[in-house]
């Protein structure tokens, strides 16, 4: 108990405040969420909203698809709680940080929204993908609007600050291409939660690090939702009518979010980073990297192939690990574990190797891992 004592009392009094917000955010969400998806369970078999099974999808079985509708508002329900508590209680800190942050928080919220309603369309009748993009395209000019855009590549390409003109489109590809990666990946179970629990875990612990905690609280909340739907989508039978996958509610819900926190962290000012700290564009987007990279190959090859590159096909790289033979959980753990690696290989050799040649060597290593599973499916199909 003692030492318990001494480790808090070591503690300032604005860590404190903010460590136990987000423990109580995070635990807010765990508990909310895991209140919620048994209800979503209960509307969607008796209104028999499912997703069904096709040549495409891999589950058995009818499951429900609409796991996400918890996601925002539980976020924000559980942020605001704690801020009223604060409040409440005569703690200003959480309002201090709220208002230091409260344009681009503004709009974050608004695209967060906006796209959760998209999602949630489309989950239940259906849009085009023109549609899709066509609000995306509007969260990136409203992020913009909040002063949330790239205008430093950290050494890219050997370019440091940029002007607006080419940041701004830059950012609204950016966001597009995230949140389509993060709704791409989602095709077996616990994968995009899996990814993106792993990145919000990873972004809370580096902002309390640079000491911009309200976007730690944002982090841990989002986690806090992932935790509780990845176990329903894992662990969860079908059968006993317990499974449950986010659908585009989810993964747009959770793909804006990772956009507004990579966005945050390249932002941040570079004489406030500590000594040896990892270059702020590899510490924002290498959570994302794997996403990211499996996006733009699988387009490249169905427009190599003469394919429209926005209609669905099985060639991501979880499709590539079940044709090896692999089952859904394995495969869904290896990409994981294989993200975890690749960010934190990228983080320790940013430090010591030039960005552009680091980013270069990561998409060879993914390009070769692909060629050799391609490699190792033709090679299997020739013996059947």
């Known amino acids: 108990m003692t030492m318990i004592t001494d480790c808090f009392s070591g503690l300032s009094a604005t860590v404190l405040f903010w460590m136990v917000n987000s423990i109580a955010v995070f635990g807010v969400c765990v508990l909310c969420t895991g209140l919620l998806i048994p209800q979503i369970l209960l509307i969607s078999f008796r209104k028999r909203l ?25 976020v924000f329900f559980s942020i605001a709680l704690m801020f009223g508590l604060c409040q409440f209680f ?25 796209l959760y309603l998209v999602g949630m369309a489309d989950d239940l009748i259906g849009i085009r993908y023109k ?18 855009w790239i205008n430093d590549l950290h050494g890219l390409l050997g370019i440091h600050e940029v002007a607006a003109w080419f940041g701004y489109p830059l950012t609204i590809l950016v966001i597009v291409f995230i ?68 659908g585009d509610t989810g993964s747009l819900t959770t793909g804006m979010i990772l956009c507004v926190l990579s966005l945050k962290l ?5 004489t406030d980073i500590p000594d040896g700290f990892p270059n702020l564009l590899v510490l924002a987007y290498s959570p994302l990297f794997i996403p ?44 994981i574990s294989f993200s975890l690696l690749f960010t934190l290989c990228n983080l320790w050799l940013s430090m010591y ?9 990561d998409a060879a290593i993914w390009t070769s891992a692909n060629i050799w599973l391609t490699h190792k499916i033709h090679k299997i199909n020739r013996k059947l």
């Open 50 to 74: 499912f997703d069904q099974p096709d040549e495409r999808k891999i589950h058995q079985g009818v499951v429900p698809r609409l796991g996400g509708i918890a996601f925002k508002p539980v």
């Open 90 to 114: 005569g703690y200003g800190n959480m309002f201090d940080g709220i208002s230091a942050e409260s344009r681009p928080l503004a709009f974050s919220f608004c695209c967060v929204m906006l």
């Open 131 to 148: 549609a899709k993009f066509a609000i995306q395209i509007m969260c990136g000019v409203m992020m913009i609007a909040g002063g949330m």
């Open 179 to 246: 949140i389509n990666s993060i709704n791409l990946i989602d095709g077996i179970d616990g994968l995009a939660s899996g990814l993106c629990g792993v990145a919000t875990l990873f972004y809370g612990m580096v902002f309390f690090l640079l000491q911009e905690y309200i976007y730690a609280v944002l982090s841990f909340a989002t986690l806090g939702v992932l935790v509780p739907f990845f176990f329903y989508n894992v662990f969860g039978d079908a059968n006993k009518q317990k499974k449950i996958f986010m």
């Open 266 to 270: 390249l932002q941040c000012s570079t």
């Open 292 to 335: 990211c990279l499996d996006v733009v190959r699988v387009y490249l090859h169905r427009v190599r192939n003469g394919k429209n590159p926005f209609l669905p096909d099985k060639n991501h790289i979880h499709h590539k690990l079940l044709a090896v033979g692999m089952r859904q959980r394995a495969a869904m753990v290896t990409i």
């Open 353 to 361: 190797m030039e960005i552009t040649l680091l980013l270069a060597a």
